[in-house]
């Protein structure tokens, strides 16, 4: 019991992947600013800013329903952090691990995205309220391609758990080459997740103060702020389990110290993606996801099948 | 030299039968025509539509003790400016507005209308400009007699 | 997004502005249907102050109508008055104006370009633009001593002279500027999600441009070949040859490639500046009373067409100062290319004409300046005279602050 509670919130649950979602934010923030000839923040950046927002005080608007306002920043965490629990990271085998986990945890990394919309919308601002439509409208679009990218693997490793597919490639290294389209394709999904350029339409700063969070301050905003970092580290953590199950058995310190080097490649591609290219415009991003990203993921999957019939 | 600008006083001249002295050319590119309120609106279509002046580059309003005045400043895309002047009785300042011909002009009345009080006939209904919505009435900052510590005597109405 | 009418207020106080002003779209989904713009925030009076001051005093005054077009502002009320008088200003001076006219151009320009980054949420260009106009400022500084409101002005001429030293200095930033550009407009040509942002945004065909009035880069961008240095040559533009730079886009891709055009024109043009700049006197010594007369000046802006009308009366102080800034001609443009468009297009859209409210907005003094000077006010009497204002208002401070302490003190 103790053993458990102790990896639930804090290695390497809650406060692990919060003390790792603040660094990655850091990496992110300093990456992006190199490659536009900047300095960037200090290191320490990301939690002074967490500690100097939940210092602050909190505003509810009049007119939002007080408690589904001040509710979704900690379900967006908490599903976060159960949505983590199921991801392996320097084993083939996560901490906890059931036959259809791989379900549950993209389910799980969905809510944030609805607790967005829903903590927008019922802001009543307007700003917040468009910022929350644009969420939920956007959902729709990366939604499909990154599970039929994410599925493709998990159908070749004839499996539903992330730890069977971590396992399966891990064996078969050679098969994960042949996913090098769905990983892009995911990287792309997860962008439209994160709400990062060129998908942060709903939180276009320009257009719509916000977005969604307008209306939050103080440690609503700041654990919201703490999610979407969360969300960052366990987007990646997913994607590194799936797209590059690598030396997983080489030993707990080696593979630990691996798992941090794919998370990092992921979240430096993240950095780089955003730092060259601009915003679209909503109509733009669900044609982009449906016409050409939605089409060459079913494509993967299709190859994954036949791929599939072939090796049997 | 003048030889556009000298045919454009020629033409204004012959055709609405104004007074050579009423219209100078001053250098080259830059003619001023004093013209009588009342025929403004057929000389402006005309410079408009006929003599190629299709762009207005501002409208100035100018307090000249008993009347107010307004210049048209209208230029050809070859650089010739033609500057139409008009004078209106201060206390009854009206003037039919060109937005219709110009959209431009919307703005460059309405600045007429917050800081000369002049009247413009015609203008379409919108925004005032350049003054805020609480502007006391009656007080137009741009007449001579006008101070600027009289706005701090006047009642300034909220939300007017 | 439910298919009903929803009313968004962007301003006085909003990301996507720069400067105060209103703009209140009716938004149907993402579509816009309808908006109205509110200008005027930024009025601080000056056609009225420049009336209450002498035409020395208006030079420092008119160049702080903008914080970017200082330059132009101050020419171009100084060319007008010039006419007025008569003053035939030295060759050199009127070089050394125009290269400091382009100089503010490729920093107008540039800046530009970084805000329109910014606003289609690709910040890479906002650092990248905004790092190469350090180079332009640098030599704005070098030249004038300052950033910007260079004091460059004078009536009668030019205020500093070009040492020898500092041309190859400039040169050296043009070149290095020019290589940058190229790279910007490959980058604008090629890249995709900046292309897709920008083209076919803010359509505004020549025919709507011409009937609207639209000035500058807006204008050119939709194929009318309109510029005032050619057009009505002032300062040294008649004697140095450049293309004015027009696109056939009509959206605010064309007005993109517009700009960065004349950016490439302005490098050309800086070059022959120095290369020709003649010997002599930079200024000559203007009268302190200008004979009554009337003129207008006209000038190519960054932004678009200033033009400034002069009445003097033969003492030391106009009659009338009318100025009019490239902006105002181009909101009917604005008002009419945001109709139908997308909310996430209204930002960029609107940074497209690249407006200068501040510029526009200039009219009225509501601050009292009965003797026609401003007086040095130190901060205890500025504190005094604003605790005096208020209680003339009917508030008293003394009475707040005693009920915010038993406040706080019963907290």
């Known amino acids: 019991m103790a053993q458990a509670l102790f990896n639930i919130f804090v290695f390497p649950g809650f406060l692990f992947v919060a003390a790792f979602g603040l660094t990655a934010e850091y990496i992110d923030r300093k990456l992006y600013a190199l490659m536009q000839n900047r300095i960037g923040p200090p290191w320490f950046q990301p939690l002074a800013d967490f500690i100097k927002l939940s210092a602050k ?71 917040s309220m468009i910022g929350a439509a644009r969420s939920l409208t956007q959902l729709f679009a990366y939604e499909i391609p990154l599970f039929l990218s994410i599925l493709a693997p998990a159908m070749l490793a004839d499996t539903w758990s992330l730890s069977g597919i971590s396992e399966y490639f891990s064996t078969h290294p050679w098969a994960i080459l042949f996913n090098i389209v769905g990983f892009v394709i995911a990287i792309i999904a997860l962008l439209g997740k994160l709400e990062k350029v060129p998908f942060d339409i709903p939180e276009a700063e320009t257009e719509i103060v916000a977005g969604a969070f307008t209306e939050y301050s103080g440690r609503l905003l700041a654990m919201f702020r ?87 | 030299m003048l030889v556009e600008e000298e045919k454009i006083k020629q033409q204004l001249v012959e055709r609405f039968g104004l007074s050579g002295e009423k219209i100078t050319v001053q250098r080259e590119r830059r003619v001023w025509a004093d013209v009588p309120a009342a025929e403004f609106g057929e000389i402006f279509d005309y410079a408009a539509n006929k003599l190629g002046f299709v762009i207005l580059a501002t409208i100035t309003g100018l307090d000249e003790g008993p009347t107010l005045g307004a210049i048209y400043h ?50 379409p209904p919108g925004n005032r400009y350049p003054l805020p919505d609480n502007w006391p009435a009656g007080q137009y900052p741009l007449r001579k007699d006008w101070k600027s510590d009289t706005i701090g005597k006047s009642e300034v109405t909220e939300n007017a | 997004m439910p298919e009903r009418e929803v009313k968004l207020t962007i301003g006085p106080q909003h990301p996507m502005l720069k400067e105060p002003e209103s703009f209140l779209l009716t938004l149907r989904g993402e579509k816009i249907t309808e908006m109205t713009v509110r200008l005027g925030y930024n009025h601080r009076g000056i056609e ?28 171009c009320l100084a060319q007008t008055i010039e006419e007025i008088a008569g003053l035939q200003v030295p060759k050199r001076g009127l070089y050394i104006r125009t290269l400091v006219a382009e100089l503010e151009r490729i920093h107008s320009h540039l800046l530009w370009l970084g805000v329109a980054g910014h606003e289609i949420g690709f910040d890479t260009l906002l650092m990248y633009a905004w790092r190469d106009r350090e180079l332009v400022m640098d030599i704005l500084a070098i030249i004038s001593g300052n950033r910007v409101n260079y004091g460059m002005n004078v009536i009668g001429g030019a205020k500093r002279d070009i040492t020898p030293d500092q041309i190859p200095q400039i040169l050296a930033a043009v070149d290095t500027l020019e290589e940058r550009t190229k790279y910007y407009i490959h980058v604008g040509t090629e890249e995709i ?10 359509k505004l065909s020549k025919e709507d441009a011409i009937r609207l009035g639209a000035a500058g880069p807006t204008v050119r961008a939709s194929g009318v070949d309109r510029d005032t240095r050619r057009d009505d040559p002032y300062g040294a533009y008649g004697e140095l040859s450049f293309d004015v730079v027009t696109d056939n886009h009509c959206d605010v891709y064309g007005r993109t490639l517009v700009r960065l055009g004349e950016l490439m024109q302005a490098y050309k043009l800086i070059r022959q500046i120095l290369k020709n700049l003649p010997e002599g006197p930079i200024a000559i010594k203007a009268p ?32 009338r100062v009318k100025l009019r800034a490239p902006t105002l001609a181009n909101v009917q443009a604005v008002a009419h290319m945001l109709k139908d468009g997308y909310l996430a297009d209204t930002p960029i859209v609107i940074a497209a004409i690249d407006p200068c409210f501040s510029c526009t907005d200039r009219a009225i003094a509501t601050t009292n300046l009965d003797n026609g000077r401003t007086d040095r006010m130190e901060w205890p009497a500025l504190r005094t005279y604003g605790i005096d204002w208020y209680s003339k208002q009917g508030i008293d401070f003394a009475e707040l602050n005693r009920k915010l302490r038993t406040m706080r003190e019963s907290n």
């Open chain 1, 57 to 127: 005080e909190d505003v509810v608007p009049q007119h939002a329903d007080k408690l589904v306002f001040k509710l979704m920043p900690i379900v967006a965490m908490t599903s976060i952090l159960t949505a983590f629990i199921y991801i392996p990271m320097w084993g083939s085998n996560a901490l906890f691990a059931f036959k259809g986990d791989l379900v549950v945890v993209m389910y799980l990394l969905t809510v944030p995205t609805l607790t967005y919309f829903l903590g927008g919308w019922y802001s009543r601002s307007v700003y």
């Open chain 1, 226 to 312: 703490l999610a979407i970092d969360m969300e960052l580290v366990v987007g990646a953590s997913l994607l590194a389990a799936v797209f590059l199950p690598f030396g997983l058995h080489y030993g707990p310190a080696a593979g630990f110290a691996l798992y941090l080097v794919k998370v990092l490649f992921i979240i430096g591609l993240i950095s780089l993606a955003r730092t060259i290219v601009a915003r679209l415009r909503i109509d733009q991003m669900i044609n982009f996801c449906w016409k050409v990203i939605a089409p060459l993921a079913f494509l993967q999957f299709l190859a994954d099948l036949i791929l599939k019939g072939v090796h049997n």
């Open chain 2, 74 to 123: 209208l230029a050809r895309e070859s650089g010739i400016i033609l500057n139409l002047h008009i004078s209106v009785q201060r206390d009854k300042p009206v003037i039919k507005t060109v937005s219709a011909r110009f959209p431009v002009a919307d703005a460059y009345e309405r600045e007429l209308v917050d800081l000369f009080g002049m009247q413009v006939e015609g203008l």
């Open chain 3, 48 to 75: 009225k102050a420049c009336e209450q001051r002498t035409y020395i005093q208006d030079m420092y005054l008119v160049e702080r109508v903008c914080g970017i077009c200082s330059h132009s502002h101050s020419m």
């Open chain 3, 193 to 202: 999600t900046l292309r897709e942002r920008l083209s076919g945004v803010g």
């Open chain 3, 288 to 319: 302190r009373k200008i004979p009554a007369g009337q003129a207008i000046g006209r000038y190519e802006a960054p932004r678009g067409e200033d033009v400034h009308y002069v009445k003097a009366n033969g003492t030391d102080k106009p009659e």
